[in-house]
């Protein structure tokens, strides 16, 4: 496997170093059109003809390094098995979701929800409504209450701090 690694990377640093060749030819980089002489043409289709040489054995070297190595069967086989989960993947999640529908769970869980929201709406304008009622009935009551209410908090409100004081005293003692 190393020689096969090897020469992967000896395939890529020949590709840059022939991008590197083909970039440093000042007629093939520029846009416009030129008109070659004989010479430079002689010279393209020959630089061509070796590369194309060229290119043809480091093909064949790849080729037969990959079959050598066997990385094409294992290849191969690692996309069948990927093809077959995500065949039978698809398969399940179909059924699953046809079962679903057919049993009526999607549209009876649509319709639940509606039903709690539905429900949660009255009680809450129910609540409004006996609160409303009970504050027009007894004013003084309501008073009472929220005052009792605020008397409350203020006695936790002391409680804890004074807790809260005790702990700290305790623990810096």
């Known amino acids: 496997m190393n020689k096969f690694v090897a020469d992967i990377i000896n395939k890529i640093h020949l590709y840059y170093i022939m991008k590197e060749y083909n970039s440093s ?31 043809s054995l480091q093909i064949r070297e790849t080729m037969k390094t990959l079959r050598e190595s066997g990385a094409i069967p294992e290849f191969a086989l690692a996309i069948r098995e990927g093809s077959f989960a995500v065949r039978d993947t698809v398969k399940d999640l179909n059924e699953t979701t046809q079962e679903l529908k057919q049993n009526g769970i999607i549209s009876d869980t649509a319709s639940a929800v509606e039903n709690t929201l539905k429900t949660a709406e009255e009680s809450l304008e129910a609540v409004k409504d006996i609160s409303t009622d009970a504050s027009q009935a007894s004013p003084t009551t309501s008073k009472a209450v929220r005052e009792g209410f605020e008397s409350l908090r203020k006695e936790t409100n002391q409680a804890t701090g004074k807790v809260v004081e005790g702990i700290k005293n305790k623990v810096g003692a």
Do not use: G, M
């Open 25 to 55: 030819i000042p007629y093939w980089n520029d846009d416009s059109v030129h008109q070659l002489n004989a010479k430079q043409t002689a010279e393209s289709i020959q630089n061509i003809s070796k590369n194309i040489r060229n290119y």
